[in-house]
């Protein structure tokens, strides 16, 4: 199972940017795929999920800002961040579970700058 994470960039506060996970190695259109980030110095926390069906959820921090969505076509999950704010500033990560075991992509940075 392989996750490519890109899209990462640095922007000045209320810009936008748009990441992208290429999955491989599963039925992409089978399994629930989810956005974590990680800040300097914290753990890392939970930013969305999209389930095969299209359930979403987003954690408070990340409402109405930020928008999860696939393309089962492209085995590609997005994450476009809106409104972005120096909070937001982390290396995000997309995730999957497959057979019990987790699944990590490399993480791509994003910078946000105020």
């Known amino acids: 199972v392989q996750l490519q994470a890109s899209g990462g960039g640095s922007v000045q506060a209320g810009g936008s940017l748009r990441l992208a996970c290429a999955v491989a190695g599963i039925n992409f259109r089978l399994y629930t795929m989810d956005w974590f980030r990680q800040a300097p110095g914290k753990q890392r926390e939970f930013v969305s999920a999209?389930?095969?069906?299209?359930?979403?959820n987003y954690a408070d921090a990340v409402k109405e800002r930020f928008t999860i969505s696939r393309d089962n076509v492209r085995r590609t999950v997005y994450l476009q961040m809106n409104s972005l704010k120096p909070e937001d500033a982390a290396v995000y990560y997309c995730?999957?579970?497959?057979?019990?075991?987790?699944?990590w992509g490399r993480g791509t940075q994003v910078t946000v700058s105020s």
């Open positions: 995730h999957t579970r497959h057979q019990g075991r987790h699944y």
């Open positions: 999209i389930s095969p069906e299209h359930n979403i």
